[in-house]
């Protein structure tokens, strides 16, 4: 299986941040990459909302997001980061959410520590594994991430810690520190309090970093120079376009259940939805056979 992997990792040994838009489906993940993106991210919170309309609660399954990763994947030529939660279940399961992931297309997954079922970083009871359990659902990961190399292929891990909420900032740090020292490409610390908590992050780790970026009142939201000023070597938007993509179709739903027609204004025009879901590339894809389709003398 052919991923994207090492341009994720020559990416990652560039100087300089790089944002991470985050996408739910494949016409998401093409626009990701039309915009000029090197990157993109697939979100278990996005994909749960708009393919189920439920929340990041460990309702979604391995199957469901790994279909979706592989329809996102197909979709672009950029590498796609994919969220595997905790792996959804036993060290054993981790092994094969990451092979999965592989196989989907992602040059990348990222494996948490939180307990199964997970639930949303903002959500209520959120609560970690311990030091053991986390280091051992890492470890079988990165044992994925070799067999996957042994077998030809490749695929980047990122160890992400929840623990900053319900155990304290040394906990968070400690964790994160060990994940880079097992052998994680990348670390997301999530639910930094404080820039000085961010730096600090980056002083103790010497693996690459990862920020998530979310626009929510009480998180602070840094720019790009900022979070590069900081140490992070990614930017992650999570929920940017999910956000974006849902007030839209509600605004315009409002103004139809009122009478009323989105404008101009508020829609592109056709012809660039038209060219933009593919018809075009499609015609000329179907030109060239028919055009090549004379038998031969």
């Given at each position: 299986?052919?991923?994207?992997?090492?341009?994720?990792?020559?990416?990652?040994?560039?100087?300089?941040?790089?944002?991470?838009?985050?996408?739910?489906?494949?016409?998401?993940?093409?626009?990701?990459?039309?915009?000029?993106?090197?990157?993109?991210f697939?979100?278990?919170?996005a994909?749960?909302?708009?393919?189920?309309?439920?929340?990041?609660?460990?309702?979604?399954?391995?199957?469901?997001?790994?279909?979706q990763?592989?329809?996102?994947?197909?979709?672009?030529?950029?590498?796609?980061?994919g969220?595997?939660?905790?792996?959804?279940?036993?060290?054993?399961?981790?092994?094969?959410?990451?092979?999965?992931?592989?196989?989907?297309?992602?040059?990348?997954?990222?494996?948490?520590?939180?307990?199964y079922?997970?639930?949303?970083?903002?959500?209520?009871?959120?609560a970690?594994?311990?030091?053991?359990?986390?280091?051992?659902?890492?470890?079988?990961?990165?044992?994925?991430?070799?067999?996957?190399?042994?077998?030809?292929?490749?695929?980047?891990?990122?160890?992400?810690?929840?623990?900053?909420?319900?155990?304290?900032?040394?906990?968070?740090?400690?964790?994160?520190?060990?994940?880079?020292?097992?052998?994680?490409?990348?670390?997301?610390?999530?639910?930094?309090?404080?820039?000085?908590?961010?730096?600090?992050?980056?002083?103790?780790?010497?693996?690459?970093?990862?920020?998530?970026?979310?626009?929510?009142?009480?998180?602070?939201?840094?720019?790009?120079?900022?979070?590069?000023?900081?140490?992070?070597?990614?930017?992650?938007?999570?929920?940017?376009?999910l956000?974006?993509?849902i007030?839209?179709?509600?605004?315009?739903?409002?103004?139809?259940?009122?009478?009323?027609?989105?404008g101009?204004?508020?829609?592109?025009?056709?012809?660039?939805?038209?060219?933009?879901?593919?018809?075009?590339?499609?015609?000329?894809?179907?030109?060239?056979?028919?055009?090549?389709?004379?038998?031969?003398?």
């Open positions: 299986m052919t991923t994207h992997a090492p341009k994720l990792r020559a990416l990652l040994t560039r100087p300089g941040l790089t944002v991470v838009p985050s996408c739910f489906d494949a016409m998401s993940a093409k626009l990701i990459e039309r915009a000029g993106f090197e990157v993109a697939m979100s278990g919170y994909v749960s909302a708009t393919q189920l309309a439920l929340p990041d609660a460990g309702l979604i399954s391995f199957e469901e997001m790994a279909g990763g592989r329809r996102i994947c197909e979709a672009v030529r950029i590498p796609v980061i969220d595997a939660d905790t792996g959804f279940g036993n060290p054993v399961n981790v092994k094969r959410t990451v092979h999965g992931y592989h196989r989907a297309g992602f040059a990348c997954a990222m494996i948490e520590d939180q307990v079922p997970k639930r949303c970083g903002f959500a209520h009871g959120l970690v594994v311990d030091r053991q359990e986390a280091l051992t659902r890492l470890r079988a990961a990165l044992d994925a991430r070799a067999e996957i190399k042994a077998a030809g292929g490749d695929i980047l891990v990122i160890g992400r810690t929840d623990s900053r909420g319900p155990e304290g900032l040394d906990e968070a740090l400690w964790r994160a520190e060990a994940f880079a020292d097992l052998g994680a490409d990348i670390v997301y610390f999530e639910g930094p309090q404080a820039e000085s908590e961010m730096a600090e992050l980056n002083r103790r780790v010497s693996v690459p970093t990862m920020l998530a970026q979310v626009e929510k009142a009480d998180r602070p939201l840094l720019s790009p120079k900022q979070a590069e000023a900081l140490g992070y070597d990614l930017a992650l938007f999570g929920l940017t376009l956000n974006a993509s007030r839209a179709m509600r605004d315009a739903l409002a103004l139809m259940a009122g009478g009323d027609h989105p101009a204004d508020r829609l592109m025009p056709f012809e660039e939805l038209y060219e933009t879901v593919g018809f075009e590339s499609y015609y000329a894809e179907e030109r060239r056979y028919v055009a090549g389709g004379e038998r031969p003398a």
